[in-house]
């Protein structure tokens, strides 16, 4: 089993910038690619960014593009998801995951089979 516990929501104005953290602890061998997702009330769970843990390889929704960032340390304990230029449609509750099934799609939910609690973000217009 992975347990995943995520740090750094809160609530900033448009154009600010936050960062996630999500710490894998447990059977981390077992996790190929991690992943950041969010759900806003009402609306489906969106994958945001991806990564493959041991090559690197990182997708991302076009929502985010150019203003998300997906990374790892570099003893590949810890995985980021630094925010820059948020706007209020990025308000949410955000998602940490790690999974094996990365041939699905590092954004799709099918890859991932652990998932953390969620930490809101909240961006004010």
């Known amino acids: 089993q992975v347990q995943l516990v995520e740090s750094g929501g809160g609530s900033v104005q448009a154009g600010g910038s936050l960062r996630l953290s999500c710490a894998p602890s447990?059977?981390?061998?077992?996790?190929?690619?991690m992943g950041w997702f969010r759900q806003a009330p009402g609306k489906e769970r969106e994958g945001v960014a991806g990564?493959?843990?041991?090559?690197?390889?990182?997708a991302y929704a076009d929502s985010v593009k150019g203003r998300f960032t997906i990374s790892q340390d570099s003893a590949k304990t810890t995985l980021y998801l630094e925010m820059n230029s948020l706007k209020p449609e990025d308000t949410a509750m955000y998602y940490c995951?790690?999974?094996?099934?990365?041939?699905?799609?590092?954004?799709?939910?099918?890859?991932?089979?652990?998932w953390g609690q969620g930490t809101q973000v909240t961006v004010s217009s």
């Open positions: 990564v493959v843990i041991a090559s690197g390889t990182t």
């Open positions: 447990g059977d981390t061998y077992s996790a190929y690619c």
């Open positions: 995951a790690a999974g094996k099934n990365c041939w699905r799609g590092l954004r799709a939910p099918v890859s991932y089979n652990h």
